[in-house]
């Protein structure tokens, strides 16, 4: 069965340094989000993505985040200059015209 | 706001029983709503999709129903194992390619 896969699976990163989680949808998948989730917390809607191009964000979505869908197939969140309390759980996650979103098991970025 | 609660937070029983876990949202004009399983520090996976105009879904012991009038759902776990301890989400959207608003999560034990 086709899966969302993400890439590292663990980041560790300096605060104030760039970071760039990577997801791989599902291929024939027309909608793309970003969700994270703090330990012991909710998951979090970060942003959503359809036709090239961002469909809604969250208030959490500020200056320092960016997506970029650059190949057709590869979909990467960008967080520009981290902080501690970017520390979590980032999920990736596609969804065909009426199926469920299906995610990815997560990356899980730890800024120290 | 549309909001989703989960009751309650944690639940453990014996292996055997059957039983039923609670999800309620604040905005009844609900497209889809989807139940998850959660893995301690893994990824989520897809239980149940339930579309606006079904009031319930099967899946082998897992039966998921929605009433959008009182704004709750429930999934209902038969002759629950051991191998069903895990947190449980559920997720409503509302509109076609919308985001995921979760619930805090379920945390369920079963006893051998």
């Known amino acids: 069965e086709p899966e969302v896969t993400q890439t590292p699976s663990h980041q560790v990163t300096q605060m104030g340094q760039e970071v760039i989680l990577r997801c791989v949808p599902i291929?024939?998948?027309?909608?793309f989000y970003w969700y994270r989730q703090i330990l012991g917390q909710k998951v979090e809607f970060l942003v959503s993505?359809?036709?090239?191009?961002?469909?809604?964000k969250s208030e959490i979505f500020d200056d320092q985040f960016s997506v970029e869908r650059p190949d057709g197939s590869n979909f990467t969140l960008k967080i520009r200059s981290t902080k501690l309390e970017d520390s979590a759980m980032y999920f990736c996650a596609s969804k065909g015209s009426i199926q469920p979103q299906h995610f990815g098991d997560g990356t899980r970025l730890s800024i120290l | 706001k549309q909001e989703v609660t989960q009751i309650p937070a944690a639940l453990s029983v014996p292996e055997g029983e059957n039983l039923v876990l609670n999800c309620s949202f604040t905005?009844?004009?609900?497209?889809?709503l989807q139940w998850f399983r959660q893995d301690p520090g893994k990824g989520l996976t897809s239980l149940l999709l339930i579309q606006s105009s079904q009031r319930e879904q099967t899946s082998g012991r897992l039966n998921a129903s929605l009433d959008k009038s009182s704004g709750r759902s429930t999934l209902y776990i038969a002759a629950s194992q051991p191998g069903d301890s895990a947190t449980y989400l559920c997720a409503g959207f509302y509109n076609q390619g919308g985001k995921l608003i979760f619930g805090q999560g379920t945390e369920l034990s079963v006893k051998p």
């Open positions: 905005d009844s004009a609900i497209y889809n």
């Open positions: 291929s024939n998948h027309l909608y």
């Open positions: 993505f359809y036709n090239n191009e961002i469909s809604e």
